[in-house]
């Protein structure tokens, strides 16, 4: 049940991360989004806990899933304009 839940989690914060930072080269689909999500949540809980707002082995919370998202997407807009 727990797999669900963070492709649920990660499928929502990748959205509403997609909606706050608009572009042309962002990820597409239901599955990049998902994983966009997914891999914010694993940034903002590995930031958090280099930060000490995290205690260690505490994953990040569905904000910290969207700002991680945020910081992922921004990323991946600076690499894809790069390239083209």
Known sequence: MGIIWTIIIGFVAGLIAKFIVPGNNEPRGFILTTILGIIGAV?????????GWYAPGEGAGFIGAIVGAIIVLVIWGFVARRRV
Do not use: C, I, R
């Not at 940034?43 to 930060?51: D, I, M, R, T, W």
């Open 43 to 51: 940034v903002a809980s590995y930031l958090g806990q280099a930060l």
